[in-house]
């Protein structure tokens, strides 16, 4: 992390945060505002930020950049043979150095500020995600897996090189990663709910059972509030209601394109009569109650359930 003030005139104000990486021989450093972009459904946040090089290290050689979504549907430890679960869904390069002036774009509030602050060395780049690039996903790995979860995961990689199909070194390359995240707007929405019937075959009568939501959108960490009418009009007796919070993902990769998951349950405590009742209960959904539930879908490697 680093801040770049805002100058002797502002120099009472909170400098800007930004994020700062260094290749391993410190030759070339790339700055960004911020690491989270936000899809708002009909756009999303470009990519932008600068790259900081050092010229008489590069001497005849350039600097490219670029961003790459890939969706990873298995365990590194079974990548043999060149075959690879891993398959590259987006990517967009730019060359960075030396600067190309026919394609220049108007710099931002950040970029304008790095500039002036590093030098005539820091040239800034600017990226525009397509409107169907998938937002970043981790699924749940299970108990002893290792190396890299399944998902979709962002990569901004910045590197030196002749060309820009040439192999980069790690030594004066530099690898950040970045989320892609989907805007949820607070729009009120009608309430959902859903009703179904159960006859049986020897006895009269059925039962029927409905339940509702107090609204149609939550967030991490809000607490979920279930309405639940059960009308028994049958001769058998309800003894316990299981009330379960399933996530489902849905992978247009494959055949099977849905997955569900259950992320927290919750169970009645008190017999239930004969009669018509109302039970109300509330669940409150977090990733730290599904930590150990395999293949349940993350924003991140973070706690909080997408």
């Given at each position: 992390m ?11 104000k ?18 960004l ?17 600068v ?23 298995g ?67 299970a108990?002893?897996d ?28 530099v ?25 049986f ?14 609204k ?91």
């Amino acid at each position: 992390m680093a801040n770049v003030e805002n100058g002797p005139a502002d120099s009472k104000k909170a400098g800007t945060r930004v994020f700062k990486k260094s290749s391993p021989n410190g030759k070339i450093t790339v700055y960004l505002g911020k690491r989270d972009f936000i899809d708002y459904i009909t756009h999303s946040d470009p990519i932008d930020g600068v790259i900081l090089v050092d010229p008489e290290y590069l001497k005849e050689r350039r600097v490219f950049t670029h961003i790459l979504a890939a969706f990873r549907y298995g365990r590194e430890d079974l990548d043999v043979l060149g075959l690879t679960f891993r398959k590259d869904l987006f990517l967009s390069s730019a060359q960075v150095y030396p600067h190309d002036k026919d394609k220049e774009k108007p710099l931002t509030r950040l970029q304008e500020r790095l500039v002036k602050k590093l030098g005539s060395n820091a040239f800034p780049f600017f990226f525009e995600l397509p409107r169907n690039a998938p937002a970043s996903v981790t699924l749940q790995p299970a108990p002893g897996d290792t190396g890299k979860p399944c998902g979709v995961d962002y990569e901004l990689k910045t590197y030196v090189a002749e060309s820009q199909d040439e192999k980069s070194h790690k030594r004066n390359s530099v690898r950040l990663a970045v989320r892609k995240l989907t805007y949820a707007s607070n729009e009120a929405a009608p309430q959902p709910s859903a009703e179904t019937t159960k006859d049986f075959m020897m006895s009269p009568g059925g039962i029927r059972l409905e339940a509702s939501l107090d609204k149609e959108k939550y967030f991490h960490g809000e607490t979920i509030a279930i309405n639940i009418l059960v009308d028994n009009n049958s001769n058998k007796s309800v003894k316990k209601i299981k009330i379960s919070v399933c996530q489902v993902a849905e992978i247009m990769m494959f055949t099977k394109g849905s997955y569900s998951c259950s992320v927290a349950d919750l169970f009645s405590d008190a017999t239930v009569c004969r009669h018509m009742f109302i039970f109300n209960c509330s669940v409150q959904v977090h990733g730290s109650r599904a930590r150990n539930r395999r293949w349940v879908s993350h924003s991140s490697e973070s706690d909080r359930i997408l």
